[in-house]
């Protein structure tokens, strides 16, 4: 079994991803790891060369600037990456999204164990989203709490951005990939890059959506979704989190947006019948 991991990072610096932790983190069960570098204005690619592995496949592209419709750019940087990956998984992790070491066994053993089983197209892995600091997560039907990340690099898949894959069983019809849990929770960092860092990100991605840049401010957010972590963070992010945490300050006159209200309404409904009401990416094998 060959084992590929991917990604695609610009402006790793500029706008505060921990991509270099993000690339270590699973690359001990890689048997290669392609990242595609965009052209960046900071260190980006040092960043990157500074991993000392024979694993690391660099591989760099233009972006298309005109593109700027519901980040279809990032599906195609991301595909870019994907599309060099030569094993027979395509384990894909974002620039701020790591894997705790103490789970890489669990994957490397599931990879194995479907391997042969072509009705599992797609490995699905938990989220925990940390918020402000490292002591505070995110939760709620509003926040992604399952995607596939590694996908059978055997069968026909695009990514329309940078969240999901679709698989194409007919020409023009593309589906989300058939997968299993995997119980394993990808740790996101991007809710928690400083706030100048984050304002810098909307300023120069948001185009990309078509959307109109707005100011970023930690606690103007529902207090019903903040939570606190109690588990432990992957070894590899002991040097990139911030020692003492930021405080993260609830503002007390932030009114709730329309979406937010609606994401109450879900929770309520998910607390009287089991069921999950956020977005699924994927297909459940039965």
């Known amino acids: 079994m060959k084992v590929s991991g991917f990604t695609f990072i610009r402006n790793a610096s500029i706008l505060g991803y921990p991509v270099r932790e993000s690339i270590l983190s699973i690359l001990p069960i890689c048997d290669e790891f392609v990242v595609n570098i965009g052209d960046s204005e900071d260190d980006t690619d040092e960043i990157i060369s500074s991993i000392k592995d024979p694993k690391i496949r660099i591989i760099r592209s233009q972006w298309n600037e005109k593109m700027v419709t519901k980040g279809f750019v990032y599906g195609q940087q991301k595909s870019i990456a994907h599309y060099n990956c030569t094993g027979d998984w395509a384990f894909y992790l974002e620039g ?29 892995f938990d989220y925990i989203h940390f918020y402000c600091n490292q002591n505070t997560i995110l939760e709620g039907p509003g926040w992604t709490r ?57 300023k120069k991605v948001s185009k990309y959506w078509n959307h109109r840049a707005k100011e970023f401010k930690y606690g103007q957010i529902d207090p019903k979704v903040v939570k606190e972590f109690k588990g432990t963070h992957p070894t590899v992010m002991k040097s990139w989190l911030p ?44």
Do not use: C
Request: proline share 7%; aromatic share 10%.
């Open 96 to 124: 701020d999204e790591v894997i705790h070491e103490d789970d890489l066994p669990k994957i490397r053993f599931l990879m194995e164990k479907y391997l042969n089983d072509h009705r599992v197209e797609a490995l699905v």
């Open 146 to 202: 399952r995607a596939p990340r590694i996908i059978r690099n055997t069968i026909r898949v695009y990514s329309p951005d940078g969240l999901f894959f679709l698989v194409l069983e007919k020409n023009k019809v593309g589906r989300y990939p058939y997968g299993i849990l995997t119980n394993v929770p990808i740790y996101h960092y991007g809710w928690m890059r400083q706030e100048s860092k984050f304002n810098t990100k909307v």
């Open 243 to 286: 020692d003492p945490p930021p405080v993260l300050t609830l503002d007390k006159e932030y009114r709730l947006t329309n979406k937010e209200i609606r994401q109450r309404m879900k929770s309520l409904i998910e607390r009287i019948i089991p069921i999950d009401l956020s977005r699924r990416h994927f297909k459940l094998i039965k």
